[in-house]
């Protein structure tokens, strides 16, 4: 491990004389990229550097305590580094897990209705008010793409985007089928259902990570129109675009702009071509070892939400909250923390072997 930290920490040196060098300033395409490698150690820099303080100051306490005078306080200082090291050398090991690529990226969500009818569809519309209210603790901007609702209010399917700062290292986790077990308003006899919606959290991507030819996308534009055929547009300014040799089928409709529409189609369409070619790479890469925790299996029940017993499951951690009515409102950190703790573990695992 520290053969590797050694050499990180002369990447970063070099690094740093670059991004300072004015020829490297002047172009500004190498000179972001270099900044972002930069950035990207440093954490790890910083922690190895009070990692070989620490060991300084241990082996100099040591040679200090020989002195009789000095002895009782350098024994204080020796134990207090001694006791620092192996936590730093934790943080060290964590820091050195390959970070996601995508975890700084802004998303696309899309929830659909599962199993269960109208109640599955309403589950679903309970699903994206919990986004939305999380989205605004994080002061995140939440802006949707297309629906899909339902006469009761829910929704057959909802698309939408979220950004702001790690997006989607806070999100990536909640893809797949989510459960709801509950007595639906529409039941009588007071019997509990249970119905499914399922969620893809997909990281957006910038046009130079996926080229598309303009020669594959079929258009197709329409008059949008909300539920039950109600605020109908005069104007065809929903979009459809069809991409012609994967067969994926996108749409949005929520701008009065044709052309808006047309522009976040196209990212959602970037955004479904991404996850094909990464789940490509994926597999290739991780044969062998598949996390627990971050499959993304959108056909993999994650989590139960039991109305009558007020608890939420996470089946991949095992782990039950017993705050119904707050994790709907969207405090969802506590699980979030412990899927990323449980899935930086399984990692630590994969890397240890």
């Known amino acids: 491990m520290f053969d590797k930290l050694d050499l990180v920490e002369k990447r970063y040196e070099e690094l740093t004389k670059m991004i300072s060098d004015p020829e490297v300033i002047s172009n500004q395409t190498e000179w972001q990229k270099l900044m972002k490698e930069h950035a990207s150690i440093e954490d790890i820099v910083l922690k190895y550097r009070e990692y070989k303080k620490t060991q300084q100051a241990m082996d100099e306490a040591k040679e200090m305590m020989e002195d009789k005078e000095l002895k009782e306080l350098a024994e204080a200082e020796y ?44 589950f679903a519309g309970t699903l994206f008010r919990m986004y939305t209210m999380y989205a605004e603790k994080k002061h995140w901007k939440l ?13 057959k399917e909802i698309s939408f985007m979220i950004s702001g700062k790690g997006v989607y290292s806070r999100l990536k986790f909640e893809s ?34 996926i080229e598309i030819n303009p020669a594959d996308v079929k258009m197709e534009v329409f008059r949008s129109s909300g539920a039950g055929g109600q605020h109908i547009n005069k104007t065809s300014s929903a979009v459809r675009l ?87 409102n969207g405090d969802i950190d506590e699980m979030i923390d412990n899927l990323i703790a449980a899935d930086r573990a399984e990692r630590l695992k994969g890397e240890d072997e």
Not at 177 to 191: A, C, I, K, N, Y
Not at 303 to 322: C, E, F, L
């Open 79 to 122: 134990y207090e580094a001694k006791e620092k090291l192996p936590q730093i050398e934790e943080e060290l090991k964590i820091l050195l897990i390959p970070k996601d690529p995508d975890d700084d990226k802004n998303i696309i969500c899309e929830i659909r209705a599962g199993a269960g009818g109208e109640e599955a569809a309403l």
């Open 143 to 155: 802006e949707v793409l297309n629906e899909n609702e339902t006469g009761l209010g829910g929704y």
């Open 176 to 209: 797949g089928v989510h459960r709801v077990q509950r007595v639906p308003d529409t039941e009588s006899s007071g019997r509990i259902h249970t119905s499914t919606s399922t969620v893809a959290v997909l990281p957006v991507v910038e046009d130079v990570e």
């Open 242 to 328: 069809i991409h012609e040799p994967t067969g994926i089928v996108v749409e949005c409709q929520t701008e009065r702009s044709q052309f808006q529409n047309r522009d976040n189609a196209m990212k959602m369409l970037r955004t479904k071509l991404y996850e094909i070619e990464k789940q490509k790479q994926d597999s290739q890469i991780s044969n062998e070892r598949k996390s627990q925790v971050g499959s993304g299996d959108r056909s993999e029940k994650i989590r139960t939400y039991n109305y009558p017993q007020g608890r939420i499951t996470d089946h991949r951690i095992g782990m039950s909250i017993y705050q119904m009515e707050n994790f709907l």
